[in-house]
């Protein structure tokens, strides 16, 4: 019986995918082919920070860290470095773009691939065109870099499902050296990895991360010294960006009740900060916060490891725990959901799904984020429509994390 029906479903993947492949193929080239021109002709680039870093270290041979301060870890670092030699910020941002696109074409493969792999979906193809239509809608792909450590997350997760323990912590130590967010994931991959006692020792795994781990940091603090503490002292001292969860509480008491509220200026389109009497009891809070969003999913992740350690639920605890992280932390612009969307794709709206409810939660934060740029300007300036867009867009990813705890617990 149990051949009978893995046979039924690979016949019904083979038909589903005669229609589904050309769909995702086409509509990839044809978004990305947008997401290009949008970079290239219309001007909206990557960030000019970027290439300020790339430039310093592949033109003018500076160190990073040691030589100017840096605010991203070392592998993005890296990866500025690689088109640095570009004559100006246009070529530059071309050549970036055109790397992004590769990352984003290797990351839909490999979401087609762990969706087939863990069986989550009847068909590869149909996942890899939910990730391909929700990385259009955030529009950032090609000038942002986060698709990088969102693949490297996924590739992490699906590894450790696989047993293959010593790729997946490299690839969750990559992860984390590209952005910092996916070591929440860590006590996961312990506890995963406890539950399901595989043959090989515990610790190999962590072992591999942290030697990978080793090899980037040792030589840069080596060189830069008390300098590198700089990144970490960066994030930690940032203000309440407009974006965030908590200026949100802000902006809602200032339409509200009227707080006084004063939004940081500046000529370029990147994000404000917030400023208002709430901002040092929320600035406060904001630790309390992620530590108390990441108790709730380690405890929820013991409750049902403990009970059964599926691949599922594995998925599930690490997109909670990633949301976790965002809507606790002190900026949240709508390129962090590329951390999310490629284990989104492989896990929730699936026919017949059992996470119906958080699939419509990730829907509406990622199309109600593709709104936030139009709305970018009356935002800066407080307007009630764009205020509400904004705490939409939160609220969204709040009931996401709620809805992959209740999904994680149930039977």
Not at 138 to 151: E, I, R, S
Request: positive net charge; proline residues 5%; contains cysteine.
């Amino acid at each position: 019986m149990a051949l009978t029906a893995r046979g039924a479903r690979r016949a019904f993947s083979r038909r589903s995918a005669s229609l589904w492949r050309p769909a995702t193929l086409l509509f990839w080239a044809l978004s990305r082919l947008v997401l290009l021109l949008n970079v290239i002709v219309l001007g909206h680039k990557c960030d000019q920070v970027f290439w300020t870093y790339g430039h310093d270290i592949a033109a003018l041979h500076l160190m990073p860290y040691r030589d100017f301060g840096v605010e991203y870890p070392p592998l993005a670092v890296a990866l500025f470095a690689i088109p640095g030699g570009a004559r100006d910020w246009p070529h530059y941002a071309g050549w970036f773009a055109l790397m992004m696109l590769a990352v984003d074409l290797l990351t839909l493969a490999f979401v087609r691939y762990a969706a087939e792999t863990l069986d989550l979906w009847a068909d590869g193809w149909r996942t890899a065109f939910s990730y391909a239509v929700l990385v259009f809608a955030t529009t950032a792909v090609l000038n942002k870099y986060d698709v990088a450590p969102g693949l490297l997350t996924l590739a992490a997760v699906v590894a450790l499902i696989r047993g293959w323990d010593r790729a997946a912590w490299v690839a969750l130590a990559a992860a984390v050296l590209f952005k910092g967010y996916a070591v929440v994931l860590a006590p996961l991959f312990l506890l995963y990895r406890y539950r399901v006692r595989r043959l090989m020792p515990w610790w190999h795994g962590p072992l591999a991360g942290a030697l990978t781990t080793a090899v980037v940091l040792l030589p840069i603090i080596a060189a830069a010294g008390p300098a590198f503490a700089r990144t970490l002292l960066f994030h930690a001292n940032r203000g309440l960006e407009i974006e965030s969860v908590y200026a949100s509480v802000v902006l809602v008491a200032h339409n509200v009740a009227h707080l006084s509220v004063w939004v940081t200026a500046g000529k370029a389109v990147t994000s404000r900060d917030v400023y208002s009497a709430l901002n040092g009891p929320l600035e406060t809070a904001a630790p309390v916060a992620l530590v108390g969003c990441l108790a709730i999913t380690y405890a929820a992740a013991w409750a049902r490891l403990r009970r059964e350690a599926t691949p599922e639920a594995l998925v599930l605890l690490s997109m909670a725990a990633i949301t976790a992280f965002t809507i606790t932390f002190k900026a949240l612009p709508s390129h962090y959901l590329l951390w999310l969307i490629p284990l989104a794709a492989v896990a929730l709206g699936r026919p017949a799904s059992r996470t119906t409810r958080a699939a419509v939660a990730v829907l509406c934060a990622v199309a109600l984020g593709a709104v936030v740029p139009v709305v970018w300007l009356p935002l800066r300036h407080v307007d009630p429509v764009a205020v509400t867009i904004m705490v939409g867009r939160n609220l969204a990813l709040i009931a996401v994390f709620l809805l992959l705890i209740r999904r994680s617990l149930a039977n």
